[in-house]
């Protein structure tokens, strides 16, 4: 895959832009993934949510939860050390986090109106919950590197032809933000 932009884009307003990341859950995690394993993801996620937290701006974590089962399969809480105090958690039941979730209600309590995407699947969970966010008018940006899909070429197909239609594509390390 070809590295997205090099040049550095923009600071992100840290009060109208949230991280979104999709589906960090142990069971999701540790599936085979490419182009990166998911502990890979991880930890890109990760360091992404410790600079929006530093930076005052919005964590958004989702989770899948499967519909009408009396219990939830071993793993499907969120990743153990993800959340902080003050992230928004989202429980969704389809591939999208918009769906029933209250999640477009929440960001707009918050002025949000750009989302930073990460997570896993590329094509499934990040996707589908972007494109929901593109319909609603947010601004989306997608840090690549901190997402992977079940192989490499479902997720170079959303990194390649379908995110740069819905946004920009960038890595984690050119996300910035700073002041608004």
């Given at each position: 895959?070809?590295?997205?932009?090099?040049?550095?884009?923009?600071?992100?307003?840290?009060?109208?832009?949230?991280?979104?990341?999709?589906?960090?859950m142990?069971?999701i995690?540790?599936?085979?993934?490419?182009?990166?394993?998911?502990?890979?993801?991880?930890?890109?996620?990760?360091?992404?949510?410790?600079?929006f937290r530093?930076?005052?701006?919005?964590?958004?974590?989702?989770?899948?939860?499967?519909?009408?089962?009396?219990?939830?399969?071993?793993?499907?809480?969120?990743?153990?050390?993800?959340?902080?105090?003050?992230?928004?958690?989202?429980?969704?039941?389809?591939?999208?986090?918009?769906?029933?979730?209250?999640?477009?209600?929440?960001?707009?309590?918050?002025?949000?109106t750009?989302?930073?995407?990460?997570?896993?699947?590329?094509?499934?969970g990040?996707?589908?919950?972007?494109?929901?966010?593109?319909?609603?008018?947010?601004?989306?940006?997608?840090?690549?590197?901190?997402?992977?899909?079940?192989?490499?070429?479902?997720?170079?197909?959303?990194?390649?032809?379908?995110?740069?239609?819905?946004?920009?594509?960038?890595?984690?390390?050119?996300?910035?933000?700073?002041?608004?």
């Open positions: 895959m070809t590295a997205p932009e090099a040049e550095p884009r923009p600071a992100l307003d840290p009060a109208r832009t949230a991280l979104v990341l999709v589906d960090l142990d069971r995690v540790a599936l085979p993934l490419a182009p990166r394993t998911g502990t890979e993801v991880l930890s890109t996620a990760e360091e992404l949510a410790v600079a530093k930076a005052g701006a919005l964590v958004v974590l989702i989770r899948v939860e499967r519909p009408g089962v009396a219990e939830q399969p071993s793993g499907s809480g969120l990743a153990a050390g993800l959340a902080a105090e003050g992230d928004i958690e989202i429980v969704k039941r389809t591939i999208g986090g918009f769906q029933g979730t209250g999640l477009d209600e929440r960001l707009r309590e918050h002025g949000i750009t989302l930073v995407f990460g997570g896993i699947a590329t094509n499934l990040v996707e589908s919950t972007a494109r929901a966010a593109g319909d609603l008018g947010y601004d989306l940006v997608f840090a690549e590197d901190a997402m992977s899909a079940f192989t490499a070429a479902e997720h170079d197909a959303s990194v390649r032809l379908d995110f740069p239609r819905l946004g920009t594509v960038v890595t984690a390390a050119q996300v910035r933000l700073g002041a608004g």
